[in-house]
C-alpha cells in the first residue's frame, strides 16, 4: 500500500460513522474484496487495522489487501444483515467465499403469490417466482429476526392456502385464509 493510500485510508478510518452498516473493503485497483456488516461501523472497521495476535492468517492476508473502505449506513443491525447478503451476492468479493459457499447457509423466501405473502427459510433457492434473500450463516439468528419481524407485520409460514385458521391466526402473528 503507498503512502497516499495510507493517508487516504486513514483519513477515512477517522470519517466513520458510529452507525450500523455495511463496509466494503476494495484492492488497489478498486475491486470489492470483502463485505462487512457492523453494528457500529466505526469500531467494526477500525478492527482490522489493530494489531492482534490472535487474528488468524486469511485476516491478515485480507488486511494487507486493503486500499481503500466505503460503508453504507442503515438503520439498524437488522437492515445491515439484510444488505450484507444482498452486496455479497452481487459482488461476490473474494474474501467472502465462506459465505457464499457453505453448505449449510439460510435463505428467507417471500413468495407473494398467494392471497397473503408467505415468508419460510429455504437452503435452496428455486426459480418460483419468490424473492429469495441470503445466504445467511446463522440460522438461529434468522429465525429469531423473522420471530421478531411477525411480531410488527404478520406473515404466514405456510406453502399451501390453509382451509381453516391455524393457530398463529388466533395469536395475530399470521392473515390467515
Known amino acids: 500500500m503507498s503512502k497516499l493510500s495510507n493517508d487516504k485510508l486513514t483519513n ?18 478498486g475491486q470489492i474484496i470483502y463485505v462487512g456488516k457492523a453494528a457500529i461501523l466505526r ?15 486469511k485476516t491478515d492476508l485480507l488486511v494487507s489487501e486493503i486500499a481503500d473502505t466505503d460503508w453504507q449506513v442503515v438503520d439498524s443491525e437488522f437492515d445491515a444483515l439484510f444488505l450484507e447478503a444482498e452486496m455479497v451476492r452481487r459482488y461476490m468479493p473474494r474474501y467472502n467465499i465462506l459465505l457464499r459457499d457453505d453448505k449449510s447457509q439460510i435463505f428467507v ?13 429455504t437452503r435452496r433457492p428455486l426459480d418460483d417466482g419468490a424473492s429469495y434473500y441470503g445466504p445467511y450463516l446463522n440460522t438461529i439468528a434468522v429465525k429469531r429476526a423473522l420471530r421478531y419481524l411477525r411480531k410488527i407485520f404478520p406473515y404466514s409460514t405456510h406453502t399451501t392456502l390453509p382451509t381453516k385458521a391455524c393457530l398463529l391466526v388466533h395469536l395475530h402473528l399470521c392473515p390467515g385464509p
Open 12 to 29: 477515512k478510518l477517522q470519517a466513520l460513522p458510529k452507525s450500523p452498516g455495511v463496509y466494503f473493503h476494495k484492492d488497489k485497483s
Open 109 to 121: 423466501r417471500i413468495s407473494f403469490k398467494d392471497t397473503y405473502p408467505s415468508v419460510t427459510t
Open 43 to 57: 469500531n467494526r472497521v477500525r478492527q482490522y487495522f489493530q494489531k492482534s495476535r490472535t487474528r488468524d492468517p
